[in-house]
C-alpha cells in the first residue's frame, strides 16, 4: 500500500477491523439492493429482483475473490494489492454485466435495472485510476457513497444524513493503513457521482 505498514495496536485497531468487515461492498450492496428493491410498487417482486443483484454484483464476484485466495492469486477478500485488482475488477463489471442483461430479457423494473447500471458505472470509473496509474482508490468508500446516492433517490433527501457512515468506513481504511485520505476521500467522490449520476438518468 501506498505510505507506512505499520498497523495501529489495541481497541483502535479492533474497531477499524470491525468497520471494514462490517460494512465492507458485499454487504452495502446487499443493503442497498434490497433498499431499492423493497421501494418498488410490488415490494416482492422488488426483493426478488434484488436477489437477483446480490448474486451477480456480491455473490459470484466474493465467491471469484474466495477462489482467488485459495490458490494465492491475492492475501485477503479487500485484495489490497493494486496491481491485482486491475485484473479483479474487468472479472467483476463482467458478473455485473451479466446480471444485467437477465434483467432486461426478463423485463426487470426500471429502477432495479437502474442499481444495477449504477454499479457497473461505478466500477468503470475506478478501475480507470486503477489500471492507467496504478493508484489504490478505495472500493470501500466508493461503494458506500454510490449506496447512500442511490437510497437517496430512491427513497427521500434524508438518507444524506447517514453520510458519517461513510467517513467512519474511511477512518477505518485509513486506520489499518489500507489507504490513504485522499484515496479514500477520492473513492467516496466517484462512487456518488457515479452511482448517482447514472441511477438518477435511468429512473427518470
Not at 8 to 16: C, F, K, L
Not at 29 to 52: K, T
Not at 85 to 105: E, H
Not at 143 to 169: K, M, R
Amino acid at each position: 500500500m501506498n505510505g507506512t505498514t505499520e498497523a495501529p495496536a489495541g481497541s483502535e485497531n479492533r474497531a477499524a477491523r470491525l468497520v471494514t468487515e462490517g460494512m465492507e461492498p458485499r454487504n452495502v450492496i446487499i443493503l442497498v439492493s434490497l433498499g431499492v428493491g423493497l421501494a418498488q410498487h410490488d415490494a416482492l417482486a422488488g426483493v426478488l429482483w434484488a436477489v437477483e443483484a446480490i448474486v451477480f454484483a456480491a455473490v459470484i464476484p466474493m465467491a471469484y475473490i474466495k477462489y482467488g485466495m485459495r490458490t494465492g492469486k491475492w492475501a485477503d477478500r479487500h485484495v489490497g494489492q493494486v496491481q491485482r485488482r486491475k485484473l479483479l475488477i474487468p472479472v467483476i463489471m463482467a458478473s455485473v454485466a451479466t446480471g444485467i442483461a437477465g434483467m432486461l430479457v426478463f423485463h426487470a423494473p426500471r429502477a432495479m435495472v437502474a442499481l444495477v447500471f449504477a454499479m457497473l458505472a461505478t466500477l468503470a470509473v475506478l478501475q480507470v485510476p486503477t489500471a492507467v496509474w496504478t493508484w489504490k482508490i478505495s472500493v470501500h468508500t466508493a461503494v458506500a457513497g454510490g449506496a447512500l446516492a442511490i437510497l437517496a433517490l430512491t427513497w427521500n433527501p434524508y438518507v444524506w444524513f447517514a453520510s458519517p457512515l461513510v467517513a467512519v468506513i474511511a477512518w477505518s481504511r485509513i486506520s489499518l493503513r489500507d489507504h490513504t485520505l485522499a484515496q479514500t476521500l477520492a473513492g467516496a467522490a466517484a462512487g456518488i457521482i457515479s452511482a448517482g449520476l447514472v441511477f438518477a438518468a435511468l429512473t427518470r
